[in-house]
T-cell receptor, first 112, second 111 residues
Framework: NAGVTQTPKFQVLKTGQSMTLQCAQDMNHNSMYWYRQDPGMGLRLIYYSASEGTTDKGEVPNGYNVSRLNKREFSLRLESAAPSQTSVYFC???????????FGQGTRLTVV | KQEVTQIPAALSVPEGENLVLNCSFTDSAIYNLQWFRQDPGKGLTSLLLIQSSQREQTSGRLNASLDKSSGRSTLYIAASQPGDSATYLCAVPNSGYALNFGKGTSLLVTP
């Protein structure tokens, strides 16, 4: 059972570089989310997609963009990476808002 | 704003003990509460989701309770094992579509 799959698992970027984090779920969920996890800050929502074709900002959207490519896939793009974006990024999905959420294994991103 | 607090931040117990992890939240108007487990360097694994209308939810050796009026949830782990060592997080949905997470309780079960 794949669940939520994220790629890559690890990435090192130089300041100013761009990259896209990929996420796919195979549970036919409507809602997908991107969180970041930082020591002492816990998990914070970056962007979410309530359903295919919609995306909205979460708590910490600055410096990021997202695309809900189809029902299965939700990508997160860093256009010009900054050291402050060094974090662990998690993709999650749920059937809808308020339903049980399932998380991927995370992408550990370091920006130098 | 919904604040979620988990106490203690860290806990060490010998194998076989029954233990309780605590989660408190400031706004009792929650939709549900979810408990997760996170192993070092790994993602979050959903353990239990307890609906606002429920008092308890059980899965194997895990039992989660919810008292909305007092803003508390507990996760009870029976007969703890070294394999239970991990960080346990609780989370509640907020009005902005996010899950509000506690900072977690880091559990170490020693053989």
């Amino acid at each position: 059972n794949a669940g939520v799959t994220q790629t890559p698992k690890f990435q090192v970027l130089k300041t100013g570089q761009s990259m896209t984090l990929q996420c796919a779920q195979d549970m036919n969920h409507n809602s997908m989310y991107w969180y970041r996890q930082d020591p002492g800050m816990g998990l914070r929502l970056i962007y979410y997609s309530a359903s295919e074709g919609t995306t909205d900002k979460g708590e910490v959207p600055n410096g990021y963009n997202v695309s809900r490519l189809n029902k299965r896939e939700f990508s997160l793009r860093l256009e010009s990476a900054a050291p402050s974006q060094t974090s662990v990024y998690f993709c999650a999905s749920s059937e809808a808002y308020g339903y049980e959420a399932f998380f991927g294994q995370g992408t550990r991103l370091t920006v130098v | 704003k919904q604040e979620v607090t988990q106490i203690p931040a860290a806990l060490s117990v010998p194998e076989g003990e029954n233990l309780v992890l605590n989660c408190s939240f400031t706004d009792s108007a929650i939709y549900n509460l979810q408990w997760f487990r996170q192993d070092p360097g790994k993602g979050l694994t959903s353990l239990l989701l307890i609906q606002s209308s429920q008092r308890e939810q059980t899965s194997g050796r895990l039992n989660a309770s919810l008292d909305k009026s007092s803003g508390r949830s507990t996760l009870y782990i029976a007969a703890s094992q070294p394999g239970d060592s991990a960080t346990y997080l609780c989370a509640v949905p907020n009005s902005g579509y996010a899950l509000n997470f506690g900072k977690g309780t880091s559990l170490l079960v020693t053989p």
